[in-house]
């Protein structure tokens, strides 16, 4: 049961590095796309940017409500790698701790 248990971390552990790697390129992608060095006339590039934008919008718009633009930069990718990264170093750990503990009793 252990095992189970592992395994199911590490792929909520693996889900949120693929989404923090969607959340980079998405970042990146719109900096490109503002300072004009790639538009969306281009259909990659048109797809790829709906497809990451449906996929990190969910998360990012709640933080778009709460954290005002500094300036006209969007810092909100910045917080929300924050607090991935902070799910993935203290919280995921200690659920699965827990978990393997109640399961040992």
């Known amino acids: 049961m252990a095992a189970i248990i592992g395994f199911l971390f590490f792929i909520i552990g693996s889900l949120l590095n693929l989404f923090l790697i969607a959340l980079i390129v998405n970042a990146v992608l719109s900096w490109l796309l503002a300072f004009d060095v790639i538009n969306y006339r281009n259909r990659f590039v048109a797809s790829l940017a709906e497809t990451l934008d449906r996929i990190v919008g969910p ?3 709640p933080l778009r409500q709460i954290i ?3 300036g006209g930069i969007d810092i909100t990718p910045i917080i929300a790698w924050i607090i991935i990264s902070g799910i993935q170093r203290f ?3 200690a659920s699965e701790q827990a978990l393997l503990n109640l ?3």
């Open 103 to 105: 399961i040992a009793y």
């Open 59 to 61: 998360v990012l718009a």
């Open 91 to 93: 919280l995921l750990p």
């Open 68 to 70: 005002p633009s500094l």
